[in-house]
């Protein structure tokens, strides 16, 4: 794994620490571990999206507003590299 996409994602895990209100280290989350099924609920998962934004600078459109989107870490990394890869931001 490159150190971008490392500093990412131990980036999305300290906002998944803060918002997510997981019942289990977010540090300790695999990255394609269900964020759902490990205790996310929808509530927290918009909170963790707008973590994100702050995070990243960056805006989730209409399209990504979806379970999907925020199920894993690596969805969410993979969302956010699509975003800054093609400059959405706000």
């Known amino acids: 794994m490159s150190e971008r996409r490392k500093d990412m994602e131990d980036e999305i895990r300290r906002v998944l620490a803060?918002?997510?209100?997981?019942?289990?280290?977010?540090?300790?989350?695999?990255?394609?571990?269900?964020?759902?099924?490990?205790?996310?609920?929808?509530?927290?998962?918009?909170?963790?999206?707008?973590?994100?934004e702050e995070a990243f600078d960056i805006e989730f459109p209409e399209a990504m507003l979806r379970k999907a989107?925020?199920?894993?870490?690596a969805a969410i990394r993979d969302a956010i590299e699509e975003l800054t890869s093609v400059g959405v931001s706000r």
Not at 69 to 73: G, P
Request: proline fraction near 5%.
């Open 18 to 52: 803060t918002y997510a209100r997981l019942p289990v280290d977010a540090m300790a989350i695999a990255p394609d571990a269900d964020l759902f099924r490990a205790g996310m609920t929808s509530h927290a998962s918009v909170n963790v999206m707008l973590g994100l």
């Open 69 to 73: 989107t925020f199920e894993s870490i």
